[in-house]
């Protein structure tokens, strides 16, 4: 079983940056990859972006460029950097942790508003 927390949400003006912060607890090493991923109001939820355990990381086409996962603390700690913020961009951001080939794991969601 593996925990995921959540932060870094924030209401930001268009063009700003935010850092989002995913920590997981628990039985972490059977994680094979996070995942942040994002719901607006109506929509579906999407996947954002990803990284591996080996460090593969994988981005939705609109965010590349502005979005950028990092592992600073292996699979502890699994950060979004968001740069160039578009309201678009507005929802709540999920992280998810993958074992044996799917997300089943979830944190509780934190909120990114963008204002235009």
């Known amino acids: 079983q593996v925990q995921l927390v959540e932060s870094g949400g924030d209401l930001v003006q268009t063009g700003g940056s935010l850092t989002l912060s995913c920590a997981a607890s628990?039985?972490?090493?059977?994680?094979?990859?996070i995942g942040w991923f994002r719901q607006a109001p109506g929509k579906q939820r999407e996947l954002v972006a990803s990284i591996t355990t080996k460090g593969i990381t994988n981005y939705t086409d609109s965010v590349k460029g502005r979005f950028t996962i990092t592992r600073p603390n292996a699979n502890r700690t699994v950060d979004l950097q968001m740069n160039g913020l578009k309201p678009e961009d507005t929802a709540v951001y999920y992280c998810?942790?993958?074992?044996?080939?799917?997300?089943?794991?979830w944190g509780q969601g934190t909120q990114v508003t963008v204002s235009s």
């Open positions: 998810a942790a993958a074992m044996l080939g799917s997300y089943n794991s």
């Open positions: 628990g039985n972490i090493f059977i994680i094979n990859a």
